[in-house]
């Protein structure tokens, strides 16, 4: 029995054992994904370099993660724009110039609300669907099959998804940005009749030239980093349906996760 | 000529510990083999669907994991594969997964009617009406057609190597004598290379040259159908008859 059993012959005693277990599994299971992922990406690439990339599967996913985003985009910015103000309204009116709150919307809005929101919701519109897509052809054999008649999966669903992320996530965030500043400064106008001079004046007083750059820089690395993840994922689905579900589960998170490590890592790299 | 060297794999167990079995061009060959004993992950080696973890598989002496950059795409377009659950694409209808079947250096030399017509031919070998199915969705079909479809797709190629996994079962006795005479067909006629994973015992002896039976992990029996029938092996037998395959539950432990 023991034999199998790596701890039983081995120095380190039993309760550094305990703590050293869980972090070597930790950083096997990130090793694991970490090399997969950098295996996908050089066959997307290398796709890529031979041009096996089919210009109109990449349009088509624009047009799936970019176009059909656009309504829910909208939405969600809006009712950012909309938080933002009323939440500005209520802490500062009467300590500071109302004009800041023009600022406080745009700054917040452009820099972090609609990138990040934007991400968010597309993690659940278009990473969910990926993970769950591809994992059914995995789980059903397609993905095999794809193989099998010679035709690379990486080249005919990967790679056009990954691109199309990177294109389709900066126009999402800047339509995103201007919803959510035109929703916050409607909202600033009917609950603190601060008027739409004041609200332009006071965002142009603190705005910073490479703000917006900012912004979409952010938005190509969350559109580079969600179909990445999900397809990722999609493609190590295991056990039936039910592991269609836990993978696109387990998918979401991650990438949630990514989506907020990355946004914490900007201002330290970036500004 | 389809040659497995020492083909080791393992999931959590070992599945297959080391098989050794050569398929001669032309030959049709049949391999048996209880449920579970990795017949379809042997098969699936030959196309490095699942790559084992020691051993090799030759493709007419090319070599699928040592062969260099280039040979496993050749490697798949010159072998057909018949999955056992057809595994066709869920999202393209019957012709779009036909059309899947095809080489994409044979399609770009093709027209669109060119297509069409090997479709169609692809479909009646398989006892199928062209005309009533090739624009319907997988999902619209019953489990013996979507099977069909797949050897349909497996076949529109033309490929040197067919590689069938139980392609017979789950269909009724008029459709599995029509699986049944396609193979025998192809193989007389266009001495296309078969390898035959199937339960029909009687089928798979009366059709091939020789055959095999896997059995924990390794190759229990290989030899001619004649000689198969002769065995007197205990699990060799119990494929062939009901009485036998009684005392086997005994022999095997699978209860
Ligand atoms: N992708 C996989 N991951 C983990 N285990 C697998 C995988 N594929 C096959 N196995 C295991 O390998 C063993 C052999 O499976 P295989 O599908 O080859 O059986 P088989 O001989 O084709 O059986 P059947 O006649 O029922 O089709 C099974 O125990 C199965 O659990
Ligand atoms: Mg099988």
Known sequence: MNGNNPSANTAIPLPLQAVLAPIGRVAHTVAEHAGEIAILLWSVGRAYTEFRVSGREIARQVYIMGVQSIPIVMVTAGLAGIVTSQQGGYQFTGSIPLYVMGSVVTESVVLEMGPVLTAIVLVGRVGARITAELGTMKVSEQIDALYSVGRDPVEMLAAPKILAGIIALPLLVGIANLFGILAGMYTAQLTMGLGYESFFYGARLFWHSWDLLYSILKAVAFGFAIPTIAIHMGLRTGGGAAGVGLQTTQSVMFMTLTILIIDAMFPPLFL | MIEYKGVYKAFDEPVLSGVDLLVESGEMFAL???????KSVLLKTTLALIVPDMGD???????????????????????????????????????????????????????????????????ELVNLE???????????????????VGIARAIVGRPEILLWDEPTTGLDPVNTAAVERLITQLSEELQVTSLLVTHDVEGGLEMCDRVAMLEGGRLRFCGTPEEFKDSDDPVVQAFQDRAAAYAALDVLDVR
């Open chain 2, 57 to 123: 598989v030759c493709i007419d002496g090319q070599s699928a994991y040592y062969g260099g950059r280039g040979t496993l795409e050749q490697i798949r377009e010159k072998v057909g594969y018949v999955f056992q659950y057809a595994a066709l694409f869920d999202s393209l209808n019957v012709f779009e997964n036909i059309r899947m079947g095809l080489p994409k250096s044979t399609l770009t030399r093709m027209t669109e009617k060119e297509v069409a017509h090997k479709a169609w031919e692809a479909l």
């Open chain 2, 130 to 148: 062209p005309r009533l199915i090739l624009s319907k969705l997988p999902d619209e079909l019953s489990g013996g057609m979507k099977k069909r």
């Open chain 2, 32 to 38: 048996f083999g209880p449920s579970g004993t990795g």
